[in-house]
């Protein structure tokens, strides 16, 4: 009986300057996406983060205003490990982010400050592959940052924005959706596989309150074991996958 055939992930294009992640939560990136954004800041890229929420419902333990503060100095201190020292959050409340046009002009605006040839952001759709369910908030995020994407360079969609002296930017080429289980790309995690580690270790509060598995063994342990799945497709090395949008 022959193998079934393994369809390949293409590497990710390579001729842009600046990257703008999109994602819902402290700690949505650091959960593989981290290890590509460590190699595109090694490459010299910008990569800038913007978060709609700062996590304060994330902890059963903490109530939401000491809980925020925390996750917010988490991200930015995990964000540093990848060398990303733009991080903004956008104030959309924990756990209740709704899909709709205001949540549309705040990414749209954010991609207008940023000016990023490449947005990525996190899986939008209801299911991880039709196992687990997916949040509200990651599907209110994800499409809306691919909606925003198209939004930022059209002036008459948000004037207001125009108004407050942020231009239309329709440079984005490219979207890119992390988590995704019909990827079509991917980038080599071989260099950026330990910082990333280190980025998701960074989120120990929320670690440790996820798990009763010693933080560094589980955060080593998922993002190795996702690289390593990932990277069968992609050459046997350890790498990032993505389902890319063109534009």
Avoid at 35 to 51: F, I, P
Avoid at 162 to 185: F, I, Y
Avoid at 209 to 226: M, S, V
Wanted: hydrophobic content about 40%.
């Amino acid at each position: 009986m022959t193998e079934p055939t393994i369809t390949q992930l293409e590497p990710m294009p390579g001729d842009w300057r600046r990257a703008l992640a999109v994602v819902a939560h402290p700690d949505d990136l650091e959960y593989g996406c981290s290890a590509a954004v460590a190699a595109w800041t090694d490459e010299g890229r910008e990569v800038a983060y913007v978060l709609a929420t700062r996590g304060e419902a994330g902890i059963d333990t903490l109530p939401p205003a000491e809980c925020g503060p925390l996750r917010e100095r988490e991200q930015r201190a995990s964000a540093a490990v990848v060398g990303v020292s733009e991080v903004e959050f956008l104030g959309h409340r924990d756990g209740v982010v709704e899909y709709g046009p205001a949540l549309r002009r705040d990414i749209a605006a954010a991609i207008r400050r940023h000016r990023p040839e490449l947005v990525v952001t996190l899986n939008h759709r209801d299911t991880w592959g039709g196992v687990a369910w997916n949040t509200p908030d990651h599907v209110a995020v994800g499409r809306a940052t691919l909606d925003a994407a198209g939004d930022a360079g059209n002036r008459w969609i948000f004037p207001e924005l125009t108004e407050q002296g942020l231009e239309p930017w329709d440079g984005v080429r490219w979207v890119a959706v992390a988590g995704s289980t019909t990827p079509t790309h991917a980038v080599d995690a071989t260099a950026g596989l330990e910082r990333a580690v280190r980025s998701l270790l960074e989120h120990r509060t929320y670690l440790e309150a996820l798990t009763d598995e010693e933080p560094e063994a589980y955060a080593r342990g998922f993002l190795t074991r996702t690289a390593e799945q990932t990277g069968r497709r992609f050459g046997n090395r350890p790498a990032v996958a993505f389902e890319l949008f063109a534009r």
